[in-house]
Structures are given as structure tokens and as C-alpha cells.
């Protein structure tokens, strides 16, 4: 092997990166926030719910964890435009990053729900909390305590999973990547750059989340 | 790149070895006597050239050959070519003309002939008749689509003002989604692209605002042959002016000649 590696490019190019960074982070912070939250009305319409509402999350969750990411994307910018929803590459980019986490999460957050012992219920219940009251106060927190490893994995794919949003022209860090290729045919080294900002952002994300886990969870912290 | 390095060596070898000499004979002459006129046309670049539903070879160059045989009273031999290997084809005498797309240049220049422009090649900035765009200083504000590396993508970056929103999209068929649903104003593209959608009739029809870089393209020939030479340009001005030409270019990239061709 004689390859040559050249990184002069960086100094002429290193605000694309630093946007693309910029983008990136947006992208999975929105995502992640809205994902979740979305993902936890799902879950407690699928698992103490409505008898009525429970087909149609079903629906969407199974629509969203069947199709791939990409399409969902190319649907939201490019095909939603003909039913008159004109969306710029970035509100896209958000709308997909959090309906399919939305859908992802949903699933991750029942299995919370559902392996809550039946006495948590019965002990709300005792305390004259409605069927919402006993989930929010009694079900949720340690519910999401239980699968929280697993959520935080899920935000971490779907922070990766969102390099296809470049695809749709959106100045996240594959697009920078891509862009710095294209003008200085440094394939490799671009790659290398981009996969090294990957993974410090993968692994400071899951800092950033385990860290989240332990304001939210006091016993947890407490341990 | 590739290509032209081996467009180069062969033609190095070939004026080393004599083939120039072998082409030095009346071609105009030998296509006459022989009755058929060779053409090397392309099979892999629509509209220019591709391969029908009949298996047979159909396009823009097609129909500028089956016009230039008709007009010397002789049959049309069709060889098909790769963009690769159209000048060796006609070095080695393999073919009389190449109707191939083919854009002129110095390296060229020096190897073989050329006749005036046969058909418009050029790449610029397409938009739906109420955008009101004639020139790069105009795009400020305006949002434009464009395939990410392309020539476009390069030259319109040099040109459009800091206020232009460039959306630089991974092959020409995101840029072509991208004007189609709206997403962008205006794209800077090749007006091959922009005959592919306007072949698709669609609501929103790509018109040319103004020119980035223009290559017409022209026919080639071998070097040192005025006779042939200036039967095919009396043929394409005679084609230019009685609008044969101009229903070519209608049929195949959907809109009239530049007025410049």
C-alpha cells in the first residue's frame, strides 16, 4: 500500500464540517426528544389504551418498523409535496428522524410497560388515581428505567441512521463528507474524518444519555 | 480521464505506425464507390443514441446519419461505438464519420476533423416560465437544485451569488425529483436532463434561463479530406436551413435549436 494521505483539505473545508456537526446534532436532538415522547403515547395507547385507537397505532408502528428509513424520507420530501405539504430538506429530515423513532420506541417503551407487576396498578388504584394518574406516576418513570439501555441504543442507530438524510440534500456531516469528496477527490480521508466525528458524537451521545438516565431515575443514581 | 489517456496513446501509436496515411485517400470517393456510408454512432447515451424496443440503434445522432446518407444518395452502415473508442474507429478507418455526441477540443483537434455543430450540447440553468431568471446575478434568493460534482455543480458555484441556496443532490434523479415536487426553483443542469423531463410531460416544464458552458456537439472525420468535409457541412447547413434539423432536435431533446447553433 502507497497511498498517499493529504488532509490539506481540512483547513479550506473544516466549516462545512463543523455546519454538517451542527446539523447532525440538531437533527438526532429534535429526533430523539420528540421520537421518545411520541414513542411513549404510542406505548400507552398500545398497552392500556383505548380499544378503538389501538389498530391505528398499531398501523403506523408496523407501516414505519416494515419500510426502510430512506423511503420513508424520499416519501416525506419528495411525495407529500404533491398532496400540497411543502416541507424544507431539514423539517423532512426531522419529521422522518421522529416518526420512526416514534415507532421504534413505542415498541421498546410497551415492553417497559407491560412488565410492570400487576400490583403497581392495584396499588394506584387503591389511592384513588385514575387509570392516567397510576401511569404517570406510578408506571411510567420505572418502566422507562427498565428499557432505558435498550431506548438509548435505538437513539444511537437512528443518530447513524440519519447520514441518509443527505440524500435529500440536507448539509448534515455525510452530506459535508460527500460534498469534500466530490471537490477534492479525496475519498478516503473525508471518509476517515467523518467516520472519526461519528463515532466521538455516537459515543458522547451516549454519555449525554446515560447521564439523562440518572437525573430521571434517582434510585438508579442512587445505587 | 481514463478515456482520454487512451485516447491519446492511440492515437500516438497510430501516427507512429502510418494508419494517418492509410485515411489519406479520397474518402467522399471510396464512400461513393462503395455505397454505403460507415457511421459510428453511439447506443449508450439517450437521447443521442440507445437501443430501440427493435433492437435497433435510435437517436438524435441515428437520425443525423440516416439524414447525411440519404442526402450523398448512399446506404447507412450504423457501427456502434463507445465514447472510448469512437476516434480509433475512425483513425483505423473502421468508419467514415462519427456521429457520436462528440465535443470539440485542442487534443481532438489534433487528430481528427471536424464539421460545424450538428446538435446543442450545453448545460445551464433550467426553470418554469414564471420564474424570471436571465442571468447568474438574478439567482440570489432563488433556490436551485444541482446533481453534487457534476461540471453544473462547479461551474454554478463560481458564478451564482453568496445569496443563492444550492441544493446539491446525490445523482440527476434527486435534482429532477427535487424541480418536479417543488423543492427547488430553478436547476442547473445539461439540456440532455432537461429534455429526459420535458420528454415526461410534465406540469412543471424546465425552459433555459441562461447558458453555463456550451460544447455543441459536431461530426467527426478523418483529417485532410476538404471534399467530404464540405459535403457535410453544405448537408447540415442545408438541414439547418430547410428545418430538417430543427424536427430532429425536436423529436429527440424537445425543444427548437439554439438560435447560436
Redesign the interface.
Known amino acids: 500500500m502507497n497511498y498517499q494521505f493529504e488532509f490539506g483539505w481540512l483547513f479550506e473545508y473544516y466549516p462545512q464540517i463543523a455546519k454538517g456537526i451542527a446539523i447532525t446534532i440538531e437533527l438526532i436532538a429534535v429526533g430523539a426528544v420528540a421520537g421518545i415522547l411520541l414513542g411513549i403515547v404510542c406505548a400507552w395507547v398500545r398497552a392500556l389504551g383505548p380499544a378503538w385507537l389501538k389498530p391505528f397505532v398499531a398501523g403506523y408502528v408496523e407501516l414505519i418498523r416494515n419500510t426502510p428509513f430512506l423511503i420513508q424520507l424520499f416519501f416525506i420530501f419528495f411525495g407529500l409535496p404533491s398532496l400540497g405539504l411543502q416541507l424544507s430538506e431539514l423539517k423532512a429530515a426531522n419529521l422522518a428522524m421522529i416518526v420512526n423513532l416514534g415507532a421504534y420506541s413505542s415498541e421498546i417503551i410497551r415492553a417497559g410497560i407491560q412488565a410492570t407487576p400487576r400490583g403497581q396498578f392495584e396499588a394506584g388504584a387503591s389511592l384513588a388515581m385514575s387509570p392516567f394518574e397510576t401511569f404517570r406516576h406510578v408506571v411510567l418513570v420505572p418502566s422507562l428505567e427498565r428499557i432505558w439501555p435498550a431506548l438509548s441504543s435505538q437513539v444511537v442507530i437512528v443518530m447513524l441512521g440519519s447520514a441518509v438524510v443527505s440524500q435529500i440534500a440536507a448539509e448534515d456531516l455525510t452530506f459535508a463528507a460527500n460534498f469534500i469528496q466530490s471537490r477534492t477527490f479525496r475519498a478516503f480521508e473525508a471518509y476517515i474524518v467523518s467516520t472519526a466525528v461519528y463515532l466521538v458524537l455516537a459515543i458522547l451521545l451516549r454519555q449525554v444519555l446515560s447521564m439523562v438516565g440518572w437525573a430521571i431515575f434517582p434510585r438508579r443514581a442512587a445505587r | 480521464m481514463l478515456s482520454r489517456r487512451l485516447f491519446v496513446a492511440v492515437a500516438a501509436i497510430a501516427t507512429t505506425i502510418g494508419f494517418g496515411s492509410v485515411a489519406k485517400a479520397d474518402a467522399l470517393g471510396d464512400i461513393e464507390a462503395r455505397g454505403t456510408l460507415r457511421v459510428a454512432v453511439p447506443q449508450d447515451f439517450p437521447p443521442f443514441g440507445s437501443v430501440g424496443t427493435d433492437m435497433a440503434p435510435v437517436g438524435y445522432d441515428i437520425d443525423m446519419a440516416n439524414l447525411i446518407a440519404d442526402k450523398l444518395g448512399v446506404k447507412v452502415e450504423l457501427v456502434p461505438v463507445t465514447s472510448a473508442n469512437r476516434i480509433p474507429y475512425l483513425q483505423t478507418n473502421k468508419v467514415d464519420l462519427v456521429i457520436s455526441s462528440l465535443g470539440k477540443n485542442p487534443d481532438r483537434e489534433k487528430v481528427i476533423d471536424f464539421s460545424t455543430a450538428y446538435a446543442p450540447f450545453y448545460n445551464g440553468v433550467f426553470a418554469p416560465a414564471d420564474v424570471a431568471v436571465t442571468k447568474a446575478e438574478e439567482l440570489a434568493g432563488k433556490t436551485v437544485?444541482v446533481t453534487?460534482?457534476a461540471v453544473e455543480?462547479?461551474e454554478l458555484t463560481k458564478v451564482a451569488p453568496a445569496e443563492t441556496v444550492i441544493?446539491?443532490?446525490?445523482d440527476n434523479n434527486?435534482t429532477i425529483?427535487?424541480f418536479l415536487?417543488?423543492?427547488v426553483e430553478a436547476v442547473a443542469t445539461g439540456n440532455v436532463v432537461a429534455a429526459a423531463i420535458l420528454a415526461k410531460n410534465p406540469p412543471k416544464r424546465p425552459e433555459l434561463k441562461f447558458l453555463i458552458k456550451n460544447s455543441p456537439c459536431y461530426i467527426g472525420l478523418s483529417k485532410e479530406q476538404p471534399a467530404l468535409l464540405e459535403k457535410v457541412d453544405g448537408i447540415i447547413a442545408a438541414a439547418k436551413a430547410d428545418g430538417s434539423l430543427n424536427a430532429i432536435a425536436q423529436k429527440w431533446l424537445g425543444t427548437d435549436l439554439p438560435a447560436d447553433l
Not at chain 2, 441544493?167 to 446525490?170: D, I, S, T, V
Request: aromatic letters at 6%; proline letters at 0%; hydrophobic letters at 15%.
Open positions: 437544485g453534487r460534482g455543480d462547479l441544493k446539491r443532490y446525490e434527486g425529483s427535487a415536487s417543488g423543492q
